[in-house]
């Protein structure tokens, strides 16, 4: 693998089509993009990614690194290009499809994900949604967990709960 290639994934989102964009391409922004108010120049390396947790397909702007600097656009694969060919002439002609497999993929999300499970469930976190895990230094619980064990203490430990107390 090369700098012209991509790796399978980018900032989690699964690579479906690269591009570089090389002196035959000529950046002609038909409208002004930001990023964290930053507005988004050329930039040497395209991607067609999908989110690997809501599926959106979206375009990723890289550098020469492949390291995301920005995304824009939603929807499907033709309209994310569709959007990308229309900043960058001469780009429609170079869009590569991604060299790699389910497995590449996989072996991926797990080098991705493999400090990121429950430690109590055992469940990766690209099983249980962005948002569902905490992530202590050595240890990580995801959100069912939680849900469980807070039940348990209130069951064990009345005095905790917000049940009224009993006149003695
Ligand atoms: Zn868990």
């Not at 390396?45 to 656009?73: M, P, Q, Y």
């Not at 960058?88 to 072996?107: F, H, M, N, Q, R």
């Not at 990121?116 to 959100?143: D, P, T, V």
Request: proline share 5%; aromatic share 8%; net charge negative.
């Amino acid at each position: 693998m090369d700098e012209n290639t991509p790796p399978p994934l980018i900032s989690s989102s699964r690579v479906l089509f690269y591009a570089i964009v090389d002196s035959t391409v000529r950046f002609t922004p038909r409208n002004v993009l930001y990023v964290d108010g930053v507005e988004l120049g050329a930039v040497p390396r395209l991607a067609v990614g999908k989110n690997l947790i809501d599926e959106d397909v979206f375009l990723l702007h890289c550098d020469a690194g492949w390291n995301s600097l920005g995304t824009s656009g939603s929807g499907d694969i033709d309209n994310v290009m569709a959007e990308a060919n229309r900043r960058y002439d001469g780009l429609a002609t170079k869009w590569i499809k991604s060299p790699y497999g389910e497995l590449d993929v996989a072996k991926s999300i797990v080098d991705l994900y493999v400090d990121q499970r429950c430690s109590f469930c055992g469940r990766y976190h690209i099983e249980l949604g962005a948002s569902s895990m905490i992530e202590g230094k050595n240890a990580a619980i995801c959100g069912e967990c939680i849900e469980r064990f807070h039940a348990v203490l209130i069951n064990s430990n009345p005095d905790q709960s917000d049940a009224p107390n009993h006149e003695t």
